[in-house]
């Protein structure tokens, strides 16, 4: 299944030592002015290569637009085509173990349903997938962003080093990806940027979550019983490379709270309007947005990818190690942040088109 979507549809093609990655938006409105740029820049914050804190992997990531749009940016209503070719390719390192199952990826899996040996960089299970996710969740955060929804995903953790999100200040959050490590506090940042230098010399690797927040969230949002926000969301991260847990506001904390704690109170405003004393549900009730911010998180594990010597299979069944040499990221989850913001970008604009 390569397409994700209802009204909004998008349509992914591509391997991560192919020829390129690519994909078909359809269902966008007509007559939007699009900031090709601003979507180059969203694209660039995904991208390998733009600190020693991630993957050497010098791809540009330029991203051509083949139809769909005028030769201003607007759109026609057509469907949106476009292309990122792979411009660093190097398989040499996957040469030596190219019949060996990496352990944590998803090599056997895929040899176990598709009767192919392990495809360099992971073929079409690489996360170089990602990059057209980021266009299409770029294009909808414009047409979010003129309905004044504010989508801000972040880093909130990154092995034991947590983020108190309860201090984050607006101003953070509007500078995020101004932060090395998408964490948008500066002793957390230094903190994380630390203990990634620090892995990354042992060869080995971290996991981390990544927390977001909506703002100016429409009510009315979901469509109970099976395609509410909340199911949506989780569909929508779990199908995210290296996604492990997705939980919404207070998520499994709340299991060990009364009710009395976990319920969110309510209360008339000063003109009447329906206010909430807390969010322990992040923002939905039923399935359903309640105006309040949504809040969510998701977990990504460590980097399977990691030069220490693991025990594994090879596809003529015989037990050995592996070590995987190459351009791996110390922690896969620093760039999946606009990744997330993408993919709830996405989900919100379908959700929306679905209602006008």
Not at 28 to 42: G, V
Not at 225 to 249: C, P, V
Not at 250 to 268: C, K, P, T, W
């Amino acid at each position: 299944m390569n397409q994700f979507g209802i009204k909004l549809r998008i349509t992914t093609f591509g391997e991560s030592h192919g020829k390129g990655v690519g994909g078909v938006l359809d269902g966008f409105p007509s007559s939007f002015p699009l900031d090709l740029e601003r979507i180059q820049e969203f694209l660039s914050y995904r991208r390998p290569g733009f600190s020693s804190l991630v993957s050497t992997r010098r791809e540009l990531d330029e991203v051509e637009f083949l139809s769909g749009l005028l030769e201003d940016g607007t759109t026609t209503g057509a469907p949106i085509a476009f292309f990122v070719p792979n411009t660093d390719v190097d398989s040499s390192a996957y040469e030596e173990i190219q019949t060996l199952f990496r352990p944590s990826h998803a090599d056997f899996t895929y040899f176990i349903k598709y009767k192919l040996k392990p495809q360099p960089g992971g073929g079409r299970s690489s996360a170089r997938e990602t990059a057209v996710r980021c266009i299409a969740g770029a294009i909808a955060l414009q047409w979010l962003a003129k309905k004044g929804i504010k989508i801000y995903s972040y880093i909130s953790q990154v092995g034991n080093i947590s983020l108190d999100e309860d201090t984050i200040t607006e101003q953070a959050l509007h500078e995020i990806y101004s932060y090395p490590t998408r964490c948008p506090s500066q002793s957390c940042d230094e903190k994380i940027q630390q203990a990634l230098q620090q892995i990354a010399k042992e060869g080995d690797s971290l996991g981390g979550v990544v927390s977001t927040r909506v703002k100016n969230m429409p009510t009315g949002i979901g469509e109970p019983l099976y395609d509410k926000l909340s199911s949506r969301l989780g569909y929508a991260m779990l199908s995210i490379n290296a996604t492990k847990g997705f939980e919404i506001g207070d998520g499994f904390s709340i299991a060990s709270m009364r009710g009395s704690e976990a319920n969110d109170a309510m209360e008339l405003g000063p003109d009447g309007e329906i206010l909430f004393k807390s969010n322990h549900a992040g923002g939905i009730l039923g399935g359903i947005s309640t105006g309040q911010d949504l809040t969510f998180r998701v977990a990504f594990k460590p980097t399977p990818s990691i030069s220490l010597p693991q025990h594994t299979v090879s596809i003529d069944r015989e037990n050995t190690t592996i070590q995987t040499i190459g351009r791996h990221d110390p922690a896969v989850v620093i760039r999946a942040v606009p990744v997330v913001e993408a993919m709830t970008a996405l989900v919100l604009t379908d959700f929306l088109l679905q209602m006008d």
